[in-house]
């Protein structure tokens, strides 16, 4: 059984959001929750899904910039997930300041995500993947049954994410995205941050930054 994804292209900076859910069970998290979220309340709310946890690939403020919103919305709200490394990012305005911007963010995550880590929605199996570079603590999921991984911004369709903000490295982000990413099966999709998506054989084959 593969779980239910909608993305949703929002705001400024064209960023993706991703809605998983099953169908059956209606549990539902949210990847990334950015600018204009309200289309996204509106839609868990008019599928009536059981929204428990929000994930963050990565605390930039443009990953995250929905979160407050999004936890008024509901009577009892989604917990949050980020990975450890990114918690000083988040508590200093996500990185916003560097881009002159302001934003609020609710208390500190209530999870933190680990390597190679499995979790369930629903009977679906996802694995998380730590791939730092973009930021220290940036990860993406793997889910094996829907041949998807959704990638923040380690990677892009013939691009890679920029290393030039606080906590950036080229090297590392290289690294990791080819022994982890190109690990995984050559027909999987993946789902980025920004921008359409690709698949591991294309990027393999075409990214001018990993050849
Ligand atoms: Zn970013
Ligand atoms: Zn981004």
Redesign the pocket.
């Known amino acids: 059984m593969e779980l239910e994804v909608k993305t949703f292209t929002l705001g400024p ?1 064209e ?1 993706n959001t991703f809605l998983l859910w099953e169908k059956e069970t209606k549990q539902a998290v949210l990847i990334d929750p950015t600018y204009e979220i309200q289309t996204v309340i509106d839609e868990i709310k008019a599928r009536n899904l059981n929204l428990s946890e929000v994930w963050i690939s ?1 605390a ?1 403020f ?2 995250v910039i929905g979160i407050l919103l999004l936890l008024q919305s509901f009577e009892s709200p989604p917990r949050i997930r980020l990975h450890k490394a990114d918690l000083g990012l988040w508590r200093t305005d996500a990185g916003a300041q560097s881009f002159n911007l302001h934003i609020s963010l609710p208390k500190d995550p209530d999870f933190f995500f680990t390597d190679g880590e499995k979790l369930k929605v629903g009977k679906v199996e996802i694995e998380v993947l730590h791939i730092p570079g973009h930021t220290p603590g940036h990860v993406i999921f793997y889910i094996p049954q829907n041949k998807v991984a959704f990638c ?2 380690v990677i892009f369709h013939h691009s890679v ?1 920029r290393t030039d903000l606080p906590g950036g490295d080229f090297e590392t982000l290289i690294t990791g995205i080819k022994s982890k990413i190109f690990n995984l099966p050559l027909d999987t999709r993946l789902l980025c ?2 921008g359409p998506e690709t698949t591991v054989n294309e990027e393999k084959k075409n990214n001018p930054f990993l050849q």
């Open positions: 900076l960023n990565h930039h443009d990953h923040g911004d994410g941050g920004h």
